[in-house]
Antibody, heavy 122, light 108 residues
Framework: DVQLVQSGAEVKRPGESLKISCQAS????????IAWVRQMPGKGLEWMGI????????RYNPSFEGQVTFSVDKSTSTAYLQWSSLKTSDTAIYYC???????????????WGQGTQVTVSS | EIVLTQSPGTLSWSPGERATLSCRAS???????LAWYQQKPGQAPRLLIY???TRASGIPDRFSGSGSGTDFTLTISRLEPEDFAVYYC?????????FGRGTRLDIK
């Protein structure tokens, strides 16, 4: 079975850095893009961007470009989302999701991690 | 950017009834690149439908998707107690990929 297991909840101060993880299993990690999706408190889903583990190709939603960084470690089948300087507005649940589709940007998301709650507060 | 409008924001139905959820795109969705997800409180979203009408693996056949162009519909033929949740549509034909704001399906 495909599984995406995310790291645990984080509580941070504004200005701190953070890296959360998403470990994949049950399929060939390099065969599918991995997306990140934000859900702010009580709100809907926002696509942040996506990374292709095979060649590290990256596509960011313009709304998130420059605010976050995606990376992967193929040796551990793990994708990462990181911030260099958190803001209170980064408080949200962050999901990783396996992307499926034929062409660039034609992705739907067939398996999701359980989500990582990130709380940024002074 | 294609904006997806889901209406109404909340629907109230009784178990056993048929529910129809709407998703309207601000521009034509090429090749029916439209998906639907279900999200229950405290859980991750679950893929229901992709390609506007193809059920994902393991999804009961009471869920069906239809539509083309700018108007899409998710139909749940006979509501089960576990179907009361929030439903999101997603566009995926170009950047940025976008989601609708969701429709909450409540028990009447």
């Amino acid at each position: 079975d495909v599984q995406l297991v995310q790291s645990g909840a984080e509580v941070k101060r504004p200005g701190e850095s953070l890296k959360i993880s998403c470990q994949a299993s049950g399929y060939r990690f390099t065969s599918n893009w991995i997306a990140w999706v934000r859900q702010m408190p009580g709100k809907g889903l926002e696509w942040m961007g996506i990374i292709y583990p095979a060649d590290f190709d990256l596509r960011y939603n313009p709304s998130f470009e420059g605010q976050v960084t995606f990376s992967v470690d193929k040796s551990t089948s793990t994708a990462y989302l990181q911030w260099s300087s958190l803001k209170t507005s980064d408080t949200a649940i962050y999901y990783c999701a396996r992307a499926y589709g034929d062409y660039i940007y034609t992705w739907w998301f067939d398996s999701w991690g359980q989500g990582t709650q990130v709380t940024v507060s002074s | 950017e294609i904006v997806l409008t889901q209406s109404p924001g909340t629907l109230s139905w009784s178990p056993g009834e048929r529910a129809t959820l709407s998703c309207r795109a601000s521009a034509t969705v090429v090749r029916n690149y439209l998906a639907w997800y279900q999200q229950k409180p405290g859980q991750a979203p679950r893929l229901l439908i992709y390609g506007a009408s193809t059920r994902a693996s393991g999804i009961p056949d009471r869920f069906s998707g239809s539509g083309s162009g700018t108007d899409f519909t998710l139909t749940i033929s006979r509501l089960e107690p576990e179907d009361f949740a929030v439903y999101y549509c997603q566009y995926y034909g170009s950047s940025p990929i976008t989601f609708g704001r969701g429709t909450r399906l409540d028990i009447k």
